[in-house]
């Protein structure tokens, strides 16, 4: 058995010698390297050739020049917005380091305690609010205007509105000096002045006159609790005809203000009276230089009056409504019957755009769309004699010892007032502003009065406007031609006095700065009866 097992191994050993198997051991490594070394080769050339093939691709898809230069303005358009953006930043945190803009003390609580009233009070004739605040919101502690502007609460979001938020904000801020003392309180300080001159046919009113001088202060003493006094000097003719045009300094306004929402407002001391919007405008917010020759109301001292009013407003519909009433005591004398109190109230919508607040002004220059109408009335008990007129000429009535034997009775007077104010901007006029304003007014005594007492008449009377703003700045205004027609139709003398005016107003900063030149022709100017042809440049300014 072993020796068989010997012989297998060598027969073994001899069909497999051990050189045969290391060559094939070497063989098969070799080849097993080559077709590795073949399948790497063909890997990097498919890698290769789809490289080659992407970037075919890639070239294929690359954006045309057209495509390139579309995107290049898309991106300089970005940029000009945000560069529009960033100046509007800018103008907003320098009118609150100035003082300009001061954030509502109760709109800050009430944002905390997830209101929506989240406003801001902005100082000026129009406070810029959140669009979704409506007149009707929470009270807001007011931001009161020195002067006749407007003063106090939001206007609805309008399309007016957003353009105005856009505007730049010098362009619709007086720039004065507002000191905030606490949150709570703050007041400011203004000046306005207004001078003329006129050449007349009446030789002592011709000449250079410093029509007002006017001192403005304004203030907040605690939330929804305001002062206002102003004081006016003047010295010049007036067509309001009472014995105050001297150059002494008088108390124009003293008011104190408890404004609490749109329905409780109640303003006490001497201020003007509700009894049309001339009025309620003052000098300085005018579309003319003067009042019309036609205003004849008896007051303290211009259109002022001792005692209180109560006004309110509310959004109805698109516009506002807005009501004013109040009772007043001529402390004056300009009636027989001083201790007699003069009732004065009035009631505005406006369609379009509102205008908010108990002031009034005459025009937006385009800022605003308005078509406005208001009626308003005033009565005073007493507040004329009904005697024979010899007795106002200085003769002595018959009687016995100086003691008169006529009981010269009394006649109450007053006043029925409607008025219309239109303000548009025309695409087709190339965004020029159209200005059309309207009155008409009866003055009625209770008895047939025969002489004209304490400068008042009875009689109706009637007062057309119409301006033009041209949209293009020439220098640094613009200027608004204009034509006025007025006509006072004297019951007691049975004498029309009428006059027709046409003039230009050089706008250069609003109601803030402007230059007036007009030429007038009628027998009303110095409510005379021989016609009159008068040239007059007038000049008005503030600052506050």
């Not at 509102?354 to 025009?363: F, I, K, M, Q, R």
């Amino acid at each position: 058995m072993d020796r068989r097992l010997a012989r297998m191994r060598r027969d073994s050993a001899e069909l497999f010698p051990r050189w045969a198997v290391r060559l094939t051991l070497l063989f098969v490594l070799f080849r097993f390297g080559t077709v590795q070394d073949a399948y790497s080769q063909e890997a990097l050339e498919s890698a290769a050739s789809a490289q080659r093939a992407t970037g075919a691709d890639s070239r294929d898809s690359a954006p045309s020049l057209d495509e390139l230069e579309k995107r290049l303005q898309q991106l300089e358009e970005h940029n000009r917005n945000l560069e529009k953006t960033n100046s509007q930043l800018q103008r907003r945190i320098q009118a609150l380091e100035d003082g300009e803009i001061v954030p509502s003390a109760s709109s800050t609580k009430s944002s905390t305690k997830g209101s929506a009233s989240n406003s801001t009070h902005l100082k000026g004739n129009s406070p810029l609010y959140s669009s979704g605040l409506s007149l009707a919101s929470e009270p807001l502690p007011p931001m009161h205007v020195r002067g006749n502007a407007p003063s106090v609460y939001a206007s609805p979001s309008t399309s007016w509105q957003r353009e105005y938020e856009q505007a730049p904000l010098e362009s619709k801020i007086p720039q004065g000096h507002k000191i905030q003392v606490s949150d709570n309180t703050w007041f400011d300080v203004g000046i306005g002045v207004r001078a003329s001159y006129r050449h007349e046919d009446f030789d002592n009113m011709n000449g250079a006159y410093l029509d007002n001088t006017r001192f403005y202060f304004n203030g907040q003493i605690a939330p929804h609790l305001l002062i206002e006094g102003n004081l006016d000097a003047r010295q010049g003719p007036s067509r309001v005809l009472t014995p105050n045009n001297i150059s002494d300094i008088h108390l124009l306004d003293g008011i104190v203000k408890l404004e609490i929402n749109d329905y409780v407002n109640v303003w006490a001391g001497q201020l003007l009276l509700p009894i049309d919007r001339d009025n309620l405008a003052g000098f300085f917010y005018l579309n003319t230089f003067e009042f019309p020759f036609i205003w004849d109301y008896p007051s303290v001292y211009q259109g002022r009056d001792y005692g209180a009013a109560y006004w309110g407003q509310q959004k109805i519909g698109s516009g506002l409504l807005k009501w004013q009433a109040g009772i007043f005591f001529d402390r004056y004398l300009g009636t027989a019957a001083p201790n007699e109190p003069v009732f004065a109230g009035r009631v505005m919508y406006d369609f379009w755009d509102p205008e908010p607040g108990y002031y009034l002004v005459n025009s937006y220059f385009g800022e605003k769309n308005i078509l406005a109408i208001g009626v308003s009335g005033m009565f005073q008990q007493d507040a004329v004699l009904n005697a024979p007129s010899s007795a106002y000429y200085g003769m002595p009535l018959p009687g016995f010892m100086g003691v008169s034997l006529l009981t010269p009775e009394t006649a109450s007077f007053g006043n029925v007032e409607a008025d219309l104010l239109f303000e548009r901007k025309f695409k087709e006029l190339r965004d020029g502003t159209v200005t059309f304003q309207a009155e008409f007014m009866d003055y009625m005594f209770s008895k047939d009065i025969t002489v004209n007492q304490f400068g008042l008449n009875a009689g109706l009377a009637y007062v057309l406007t119409l301006l033009y703003l041209f949209p293009d700045r020439i220098g640094i205004g613009q200027f608004q031609p204009y034509v006025q027609w007025q006509e006072f139709e004297q019951q007691y003398t049975h004498i029309s006095l009428d006059e027709i005016q046409a003039g230009v107003n050089y706008v250069i900063a609003k109601f803030n700065g402007r230059v007036s030149a007009w030429y007038s022709h009628g027998n009303g100017v110095s409510m005379g009866v021989a016609y009159t042809d008068s040239v007059f440049v007038g000049l008005q300014g503030q600052w506050w």
